[in-house]
């Protein structure tokens, strides 16, 4: 992709953190395993789940939440203009529109929708 930070994708994980480390788990069995070791031997803890951004190099946590719902709710939130943007693409068949107007609208839109994201996202910091 690019040789800075890009996620590829999107994962929600739980975890555990105890004596200031803390463990992420791709096996929900293996999280709820754990957590009940960890409630049986009465050490401190705290669980919790994450979203993480996933590229070929890096899993980077980019927020913890309560609970599994509300990181969904997030990891949805963030992926809500991309996935407008694919259902938009996908939905503008070449067979609809002999004279390709149809597709050139579609690809102005999609692109407007990418670029307001990008440009009220980046803080002044330009991608």
Known sequence: ??????????????????????TSYRDEDEFAAELARSQRAGREFHAFWSVYGVDRNANTAIGDFVSKDAAHEVMNAILAIPAAVSNALQGDQPTRKQDGAGSAHTARSVADW??????????DQRI
């Open 114 to 123: 990418l670029g307001d994201m990008i440009n009220q996202s980046s803080n």
């Open 1 to 22: 992709m690019r040789d800075t930070l890009a996620f590829e994708y999107y994962e929600v994980r739980p975890c555990i953190e105890r004596d200031h480390q803390v």
